[in-house]
């Protein structure tokens, strides 16, 4: 039998934009993990590249 993934999306937005990432894993809670961390990740490049 193989394992189930869980594939959660989330949906960002910073008031301007809005952006989306995926976290995929066997557990749910870092399948959310990733995801989350990916979107602050994201923002912050973002953030960066508009400062420069």
Do not use: Y
Not at 6 to 25: A, F, K, Q, Y
Not at 28 to 48: H, M, P, S, T
């Amino acid at each position: 039998m193989t394992p189930a993934k869980t594939r959660v999306l989330i949906v960002s937005s910073d008031g301007e934009n809005t952006w989306g990432t995926v976290g995929v894993s066997e557990n749910i809670i870092e399948a959310n993990w990733l995801a989350l961390v990916d979107g602050i990740d994201l923002f912050l490049q973002r953030r960066k590249a508009a400062e420069s």
